[in-house]
């Protein structure tokens, strides 16, 4: 039993082999924090929580590295525009910083709801100037990049003359090179497919540290290179992140060690797919943007209703994560009905009545769920042998199957490791979202069953405390022949 995982720089699975027997090096690109955390943040997030979680699992220690990008993300990816964190601290009157650290808050909050465990270390590219300094004259100095008018531009048409630029996403730069060339000519680039590692900043630009080549700030690019190199070593094991990072980003910075080190830093890449809204891309200008705290409280035109932080992870969980996942409220709702049925199954081992023989056999399941996290993290499989044991379950309840003390532990075993520590799902949230009033009605209707039985037991304090109680939390209770009526007023 091993992990394969598949590894985007050669297309195909492959054996996960670390570079160091018990340690692996993982570094995920993170948000860049100048609005709130939406339904496509939440993907990566969960996704490589279910790696991070996986892999400490089999025993791994992980440094699992996850960047805040603060600094250099522009309004335009070709290197141009503004700082989409300067603008928002210019038009709020807000220090950047101040921007950063509002968003950062929110963020951290919403991946805790979603039960997304912190990274080792959320290094903020801001922090890491003086590395992507260095970073830059390593490149200079490697003669693969060149300064122009104060800032420094990667040149690909000469380091794809000695390296293979192209090799993560594919493209070939004979084609960008030909269809690139005549435009721009303003440019102070070579080509204009050149990325910035360094730009001058314009004298209105607020975020800006002194170079050697100008005022400025360090290319979009270049934070992941320096903070991977700085955390986790000039060879690391995992880097991931969406597919909408693999060009240019990762493309980029791939370019940007090989041309610094000489080598590739990465062993695996790993790539989530996208989430689409009703079959469309997700954006503000499409009016279909919806944000993680817009799900938890329904609070959005295209939503139905709110759906729990659990919901929308299992909701995410349900398809493996190089498959896109379409959004829509009867896709959400769905998810909320299984993940509802397999805690519901779970809470209810204890009433599966006790057999000399067993007829269901739990090893082999819980060997296919191991089967299935092993094969590129196929948490839909995953799931529908959590499902074949909610199964289980409810038969031996009704009386169709038989179920011995072992197997019974074990069931109880490999559900908890599954459902909660691998697939990293909450039970308390089970209840929320949609099933709220139902469980609230059911505690008072519990409370007031409690009561009636101190009556008939002539226990009159007990009654008394749990009706005075009840009218204090504004609860109008009304007895009537069958037993006691109530409502919120
Ligand atoms: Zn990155």
Not at 82 to 88: G, H, L, R, T, V
Not at 106 to 129: D, Q, T
Not at 296 to 323: C, D, Q, V
Not at 387 to 400: L, Y
């Amino acid at each position: 039993m091993s992990l394969t995982v598949y590894n985007t720089l050669h297309r195909k699975k492959e054996e996960f082999v670390p570079l160091h027997p018990n340690h692996v090096g993982m570094y995920v690109c993170g948000p860049t924090v100048y609005g709130d955390g939406h339904l496509g943040h939440a993907r990566p997030a969960i996704t490589f929580d279910l790696l991070y979680r996986y892999l400490q699992h089999l025993g791994y220690k992980v440094r699992y590295v996850r960047n805040i990008t603060d600094v250099g993300h522009l309004e335009n990816d070709a290197d141009a525009g503004e700082d989409k964190i300067a603008k928002k601290a210019r038009l709020e009157e807000l220090e950047p910083m101040e921007v950063v650290q509002y968003y950062l808050n929110r963020y951290h909050k919403a991946m805790e709801a979603l039960n997304v465990l912190p990274p080792s270390i959320e290094p903020h590219a801001s922090g890491h100037i003086i590395e992507q300094i260095n970073y830059v004259q390593k490149i200079l100095d490697a003669g693969y990049a060149y300064i122009s008018n104060g800032s420094v531009y990667f040149d690909i048409e000469k380091y794809s003359k000695d390296h293979h630029y192209g090799t993560l996403s594919g493209r070939n730069v004979d084609d960008l090179l030909n269809t690139t060339r005549e435009l721009d000519g303003q440019s102070e680039k070579k080509n204009s497919f050149d990325f910035a590692l360094w730009k001058k900043a314009s004298p209105e630009h607020i975020m800006r540290w002194p170079s050697p080549w100008s005022d400025g700030f360090p290319g979009w690019h270049l934070e992941c290179s320096a903070m991977g190199q700085k955390y986790l070593g000039e060879k690391f094991d995992i880097h991931g992140g969406g597919m909408d990072l693999l060009f240019p980003h990762h493309e980029c910075e791939i370019a940007q060690s090989v041309a610094a080190q000489g080598h590739e830093c990465v062993q695996y890449w790993m790539h989530n797919n996208m989430i689409t809204i009703n079959g469309q891309k997700m954006g503000k200008s499409l009016g279909n943007f919806i944000t993680l705290d817009e799900f938890f409280t329904g609070s959005n035109s295209n939503l139905e209703k709110a759906y729990s932080p659990m919901t929308i992870r299992f909701f995410i969980l349900m398809a493996h994560y190089r498959s896109t996942v379409d959004f829509s409220n009867e896709a959400l709702q769905a998810a909320e009905k299984g993940l509802s049925r397999l805690m519901e199954a779970y809470s209810n081992i204890d009433k599966m009545k006790v057999s000399e023989k067993s007829s269901v056999d739990i090893a082999a399941l819980k060997a296919k769920m191991y089967e299935a996290m092993d094969d590129d993290l196929n948490s839909p499989i995953v799931l529908s042998h959590l499902f074949e044991a909610a199964s289980i379950i409810n038969r031996v309840i009704a009386g169709n199957d038989t179920i011995d003390q072992a197997n019974i532990e074990l069931l109880r075993e490999t559900m908890n490791l599954f459902m909660f520590d691998i697939l990293g799902l909450k039970q308390a949230d089970a209840a929320q979202g949609g099933n709220n009033d139902e469980t609230y009605g059911k505690v008072v209707d519990l409370l007031l069953e409690m009561r009636k039985t101190a009556k008939e037991n002539k226990d009159w304090g007990t009654a008394d405390l749990i009706r005075n109680k009840l009218t204090e939390l504004g609860f109008e209770l009304k007895d009537t022949k069958e037993g006691c009526d109530w409502k919120l007023s």
